[in-house]
T-cell receptor, first 116, second 114 residues
Framework: AQSVTQLGSHVSVSEGALVLLRCNYS??????LFWYVQYPNQGLQLLLK??????LVKGINGFEAEFKKSETSFHLTKPSAHMSDAAEYFC??????????????FGKGTHLIIQP | DSGVTQTPKHLITATGQRVTLRCSPR?????VYWYQQSLDQGLQFLIQ???????AKGNILERFSAQQFPDLHSELNLSSLELGDSALYFC?????????????FGPGTRLTVL
């Protein structure tokens, strides 16, 4: 079964500092990986995704993530945090069953706090 | 705004009751997913429909059912409601059947079971 683990339910950084949100995956097949952001009282918005090809993936709002197979990781980074980045971030992987690819399996989420 | 609409925004009901949640996908999207977000279980995939047909099933209870209509809108029916069914229910849509295709999420329906 496919799963993702997000390290740290809460991460606090200062405005202008590096943002690093950690995600490790477990998958018996080459994984398709995603990062989503959820702002308060809103639905989820895709930040970026890795399917195949280049392992460094650039997304919206200045975020990027690097797929590292040897470390089974897909950490999300942003060089300089803005106050508007405060939100809940979810790492996800496509789950598979006997019938093929299903929906997304999400991590527990990381709440990003930006300190002024 | 993702282009996915969900109604109602909030729903409060009692245990044992039945409710229907509605989702309209983005224009041109054929695939609809339903997810449940709760404090204890997190975000869980429930079920996927593609062009009117059920395509994939996740952790959906037998008390829950869904369908997708010819106009591609979808409904999630929850019956014999229990306190533990209180959660945020999201619908997402995508153009293709493959879940690797970008899924666009609606704003959710918050269900409270009293």
């Amino acid at each position: 079964a496919q799963s993702v683990t997000q390290l740290g339910s809460h991460v606090s950084v200062s405005e202008g500092a590096l943002v690093l949100l950690r995600c490790n995956y477990s998958s018996s097949v080459p994984p398709y990986l995603f990062w989503y952001v959820q702002y308060p009282n809103q639905g989820l918005q895709l930040l970026l995704k890795y399917t195949t090809g280049a392992t460094l993936v650039k997304g919206i709002n200045g975020f990027e993530a690097e797929f590292k197979k040897s470390e089974t990781s897909f950490h999300l980074t942003k060089p300089s945090a803005h106050m508007s980045d405060a939100a809940e971030y979810f790492c996800a992987v496509i789950s598979y069953s006997g019938g093929g690819a299903d929906g997304l399996t999400f991590g527990k989420g990381t709440h990003l706090i930006i300190q002024p | 705004d993702s282009g996915v609409t969900q109604t109602p925004k909030h729903l409060i009901t009692a245990t044992g009751q039945r409710v229907t949640l509605r989702c309209s996908p983005r224009s041109g999207d054929l695939s609809v997913y339903w997810y449940q977000q709760s404090l204890d279980q997190g975000l869980q995939f429930l079920i996927q429909y593609y062009n009117g047909e059920e395509r994939a099933k996740g952790n959906i209870l037998e008390r829950f059912s869904a369908q997708q209509f010819p106009d591609l809108h979808s409904e999630l029916n929850l019956s014999s409601l229990e306190l533990g069914d209180s959660a945020l229910y999201f619908c997402a849509s995508s153009r293709l059947a493959d879940p690797s295709d970008t899924q666009y999420f609606g704003p959710g329906t918050r269900l409270t079971v009293l």
